[in-house]
């Protein structure tokens, strides 16, 4: 994002005082871009799946949250479109759940194809800024994972 402050709000749906859906949502890059907070992914390579390796973000696109995004995205705001542009590089739509899950399993048989990927991207991100080195090194290492299984994702979709 072009203003890496973000602000969190509720965001309920209700009909007629009752509520049919409720989310978290983040407003990002200054108040350009809300949307409903992405759900949490994670990629574990150990054998028995219980130490996740990698965190990511994503959305299913059949999701309440994804189709509450799809509302509030305003396509004539060049900004906005701007701000999305930037977000849906490093967060991962899917089709469906069951897509994700495929996807996952893809990951997870190619760890040498995630890592050596993972280990080439290169990127510039002085303007990160938390004035703490590991949580620095934390977001650095989330924004690789986001742009790799999209690279990652968009081979997977062509081979199959």
């Not at 040498?112 to 949580?135: C, L, P, Q, V």
Request: charged letters at 30%; glycine letters at 4%; hydrophobic letters at 30%.
């Amino acid at each position: 994002m072009t203003n890496e402050k973000a602000a969190y709000q509720s965001i309920s749906v209700n009909y007629f005082g009752t509520k049919l859906y409720g989310t978290q949502a983040v407003i990002l890059d200054g108040g350009r871009y809300s949307t409903p907070v992405p759900e949490w992914g994670f990629i574990h390579f150990d054998k028995y799946k219980i130490h996740s390796d990698y965190a990511f973000k994503y959305f299913p696109k059949n999701d309440p949250s994804f189709k509450l995004n799809e509302f509030l995205y305003d396509d004539k705001n060049g900004e906005e479109r701007d701000a999305r542009r930037r977000l849906f590089e490093v967060v991962l739509l899917f089709e469906d759940v069951n897509e994700k899950e495929k996807f996952l399993e893809y990951v997870q048989l190619n760890p040498n194809d995630f890592t050596k990927k993972f280990k080439a991207f290169e990127g510039e991100y002085s303007w990160i800024e938390t004035h703490n080195h590991r949580k620095d090194e934390q977001i650095v290492s989330r924004l690789k994972v986001g742009k790799v299984l999209n690279q990652m994702l968009s081979e997977y979709r062509s081979n199959h």
